[in-house]
């Protein structure tokens, strides 16, 4: 038995793909099809209730592409799959050599607006597909999400808390770093703390408090180990006695020369027990105590104890934002939109099919300010048309290097509360925020109507 | 700037966990606590409209208990989160000595029905929650999501697709494998084949087909490629006209002793569709020709195709499957059954709180089976309590070691068939499943309503 962890690194990252990916690219090899092509990622429409997304994922795209390469492992195994020895002679020997514009992490983006433009010989920009997707979707879905609850929480603190049901290592990992983007405080997940620099935060579990005989005892045990940082949970048995204990444990405290840092609440009605406990906690004096709030947490029920006027100080957000449960996934895709003929010109592509028209050529997003600075709209153009506003994307990647100077975490983060800022409120609503405008610029519209000319000519001349 | 799989290793798998699990087991350390205690892993309640649940995650779990161990790099850093000295050198010898006993993977299995239970001292039975749950939940997630999915495609072959919106690389790797483990008959996942031996299948994207001036193109480099296993994408432009030419191309290739493997529906009504494709594909002599179809299925969408008598040979899922969309995550919890008091006596616990009750003390399920064979009823009984019906829980550790003597991938999968097949219908319907019944044993419950009276008492008396 292997470790479930051992082909989950960089060396094996090549093979992460769908199996389509590899049949695709043998029959362009088989065709001697190099030519470059170029593929928009972009996100088709977005999830329920959201009104923007905030794009995440570039850093580690941009390792994929840096990285991607096949070893004699992976060779052996691919031939036991069908391919032909030229071709795995050709991917012994694969690397990424491609151009790669984008948007920068943290960027609120909306539906349609390309966010990572690859433009490389077909094989290499096709092979991409997967883990490019993989990578954006989980992040710029779990990004949207932690700003929405961010936002819902007015500036009180909010830490991201789902480790335990994010799907498995690599989400953990992802989800606590595009939270932290997106204006969390922190994680609980320890690992992430040391990987990232994110601050991590946690409190107790009732299994410790039930591991006592009383509860007092266990609250005095907790802070006697943590005196200047004890955060007590008071709902194991009752909210209000729970409440009563940790105040006795906070003067007990005050005695020794420090202060109970917080109260949490797990359960219940949290609106109600928090204003209880706000004013038991200020009768005793003890309105420093924090009083910080968790339990099937997100944007939603934020929004509803905030309207109740909750006295929560600090929201622990778990499951619900760390797998976005009432969406798990963003409508991320990665579609041609340019390739070159055989007399060495490109030509723009695009698909007609019902509801999943794509935009066709190279292109480039715009976006305008109002008066004040506020993004007004966003105008998506072709790469080469003069367009006033500001673009969106700048080029990551010259032929295979990364031309990129990385920002930080922090960076990231600090440009995301900007970008945020800027949005106006009426995009940013929990439900029922209004629609951005994105427009498509003249030539782009003209560009469209011409190819469905084409396609609607050639189809009909094709098939009859 | 790290790789972002630097730390996704075996070695940093004891920093996988909250924040707080490290908090709570300072302070046991801090108090000399180390007596044994029990943990109970188990599903509170089954998501919307899944009658059972398919357990899966054991492997993951076990590697895990057998490789927790803290670096020099770990006890530096959490040197910064404010830990003592004394207990960093206590973690730095840190392994875990418990028993555990599960059920096996695969198994079919129902609420409050422990999973897995770990009796440790209770430093090391509580720093293994955040791991157990979080490999456990996304497993069995996927594993009773892709079981359902499976029944509804009644004998036809479904392959997991999911890997572009499933939630990073570990998720991507656990889903083929609890999708394999539930009855799918393989993953687009090229590495999940290298990694499980899993069969790996795929066809082609649209960009495939666009990439060529005509359709027929296409479909006539990818066939010359794979001419003895070509399913081809004939809903770019046109399904039916993408039919008739997929149609001669599959004459084409009967010429060179080869037969067309497939056709793929991606869009569309895929029911009308494939009845349309299977009309004209049969009266072109091609009945072997599969008709394959993908987009946007689940469990609910193939019941319904079924319905209307949609003509699918095969159903490549995707998202739904691989996010388990329609509740991405289970009810999995840790809780906090027995402890040793400190007269050396075993003290069962119990939570009360309202709809979160536990079930104390430690315990063992049993099967019953009706006159043919089939599961009848569960009764969740005291470990040492004689009871009829097969024990569903096993030893798998003891002192730190394993004992158990892990099965195949195929082995699981078999098991996984078999235990479903013995599951009466009724509680396989994709919706209106049937309550499966399971009971407590007269001796569990003459415990709780003890426990209930003592704890209770202790309350009253506590808080007065």
Known sequence: MNSFLKYQNEQNISLFTDFYELTMCASYFDHKKFE????????????PNRGYLMFAGLEQALQYLSNVKFTE???????????????????????????????????????????????????EAQLAETFLLNTVNLQTMIATKAARVVNAARGKAVIEFGLRREHGIDAGMKVARCSYIAGCQGTSNVLAGLAYGIPVFGTMA?????????????FRAFAKTFPANSTLLIDTYEDMAGAEKAAVVAKELEKTGHRLSGVRLDSGDLAETSKKVRKL??????????????GDLDEFEIENLQKQGARIDAFGVGTKLGTSADKPYVDVIYKLCETMTADSTYAPMMKLSEGKVTLPGRKQVYRFKDAQGKFKKDVIALADEKVDGEPLMGKVMEKGKVTYDFPSLSQIRAAASENLS?????????????????ELSQNLEKMMENLKRKLLKNEISESS
């Not at 009732?206 to 005892?217: L, R």
């Not at 800027?422 to 994105?438: C, I, Q, R």
Request: glycine share 4%.
């Open 73 to 123: 492992e992976h060779l052996r195994y691919l031939k036991t799959q069908g391919f032909s020895q030229p071709f795995l002679d050709y991917l012994r020997d694969f690397k990424f050599t491609g151009d790669v514009w984008a948007a920068p992490e943290g960027t609120v983006a909306f539906p349609c607006e390309p966010l990572i433009r690859v433009t490389a010989p077909i094989i």
């Open 36 to 47: 470059p092509a170029t593929f928009d990622l972009f996100i088709r429409r977005l999830p």
């Open 206 to 218: 009732h299994s410790f408090i039930m591991s006592y005989e009383n509860e007092i005892d266990a």
């Open 422 to 438: 800027l949005l106006p409120d009426k995009y940013k609503k929990v439900t029922g925020a209004a629609e951005y405008p994105v």
């Open 281 to 294: 906690l200020d009768q005793q004096g003890l309105s420093y105590v924090r009083i910080f709030a968790s």
